[in-house]
Nanobody, 121 residues
Framework: VQLQASGGGLVQAGGSLRPSCAASGRTFSTNAMAWFRQAPGKVREFVAIISGNGITTYADSVKGRFTISRDNAKNTVYLQMNSLKPEDTAVYYC????????????????WGQGTQVTVSS
């Protein structure tokens, strides 16, 4: 199983990015897929999650600005990030859980390699 994240980059505050994460090796259409992020010197934190049937949950810090979505036919999850702030700067990781719909890192079994998002002020 491999998760390949892409679509990060450098953007000015107020801008938008849409990273994606494509899974290969097995189908995850019924599994929760999520995004986490890790800023320098900080622990990896939950950002957003989507269930197999489209239920979503967001961290308070991104609610109203970020939107998670998935395309089960492509085995891919997306994170539309709008109104970006410098504090959103981090490496963003996608993850898949075999059994849970949760916000804890320990509930996730598969992780992508991360994509860097940098927001300049």
């Amino acid at each position: 199983v491999q998760l390949q994240a892409s679509g990060g980059g450098l953007v000015q505050a107020g801008g938008s990015l849409r990273p994606s994460c494509a899974a290969s090796g097995r189908t995850f259409s019924t599994n929760a897929m999520a995004w986490f992020r890790q800023a320098p010197g900080k622990v990896r934190e939950f950002v957003a999650i989507i269930s197999g049937n489209g239920i979503t949950t967001y961290a308070d810090s991104v609610k109203g600005r970020f939107t998670i979505s998935r395309d089960n036919a492509k085995n891919t999850v997306y994170l539309q990030m709008n109104s970006l702030k410098p504090e959103d700067t981090a490496v963003y990781y996608c993850a898949v859980s075999r059994n849970y719909f949760g916000t804890s890192r320990g509930q996730y079994d598969y992780w992508g390699q991360g994509t860097q998002v940098t927001v300049s002020s």
